[in-house]
T-cell receptor, first 115, second 109 residues
């Protein structure tokens, strides 16, 4: 069974551009989470989607946005890129909300570099 | 105060040692708890869920103390392959998984 897949694996953009990152959850999973991990730092929660709706977002500016499609795959968009947006962006999926004690599984991440 | 706090690392231990990681969380409404491991520049991988009664998986034992809002992970008979960063993860309101900063473990021959 395929795990969580993310694309692209690496992305290089210049400051001010837009980046689009994609995530396909494990088959049957309806929840998708996005996290940012800057070099040497911990995982920071970005967004949570469940059943096509945005359920929660972390403390990030509005230029970080996303959506979840009917097939539960998801996109993360980052507009007006800044140098400090350079990080590993991780997507995770789970059967449902973590409050139901379901475990989340991560993709390999997209490494975004802003130059 | 951080929502999830872990022992600062790194922990440097010899093969065969027993090592314990501690984690505290601030949100008393948290319902689910997990330990993940993350290898350098890789994605976190689920190690184990943590249940109220405590649970064991081979050399790994996880404990939860809701009253003290404390979670622990014990690794017995450490292997070189256990070297990684161990992340304590707690659910928060609204479906967030809150990650601790991680504790780095280095197992030496």
């Amino acid at each position: 069974e395929a795990g969580v897949t993310q694309s692209p694996t690496h992305l290089i953009k210049t400051r001010g551009q837009q980046a689009t990152l994609r995530c396909s959850p494990i088959s049957g999973h309806t929840s998708v989470y996005w996290y940012q991990q800057a070099l040497g730092l911990g995982l920071q929660f970005l967004l949570w989607y469940d059943e096509g709706e945005e359920r929660n977002r972390g403390n990030f500016p509005p230029r970080f946005s996303g959506r979840q499609f009917p097939n539960y795959s998801s996109e993360l968009n980052v507009n007006a890129l800044e140098l400090e947006d350079s990080a590993l962006y991780l997507c995770a999926s789970s059967l449902g909300a973590p409050l139901k004690n379901t475990e989340a599984f991560f993709g390999q991440g997209t490494r975004l570099t802003v130059v | 105060r951080k929502e999830v706090e872990q022992d600062p690392g790194p922990f440097n231990v010899p093969e065969g040692a027993t090592v314990a990681f501690n984690c505290t969380y601030s949100n008393s409404a948290s319902q689910s708890f997990f330990w993940y491991r993350q290898d350098c520049r890789k994605e976190p991988k689920l190690l184990m869920s943590v249940y109220s009664s405590g649970n064991e998986d081979g050399r790994f034992t996880a404990q939860l103390n809701r009253a003290s809002q404390y979670i622990s992970l014990l690794i017995r008979d450490s292997k070189l392959s256990d070297s990684a960063t161990y992340l304590c993860v707690v659910t928060a309101g609204g479906g967030k998984l809150i990650f601790g900063q991680g504790t780095e473990l280095s197992v030496k021959p």
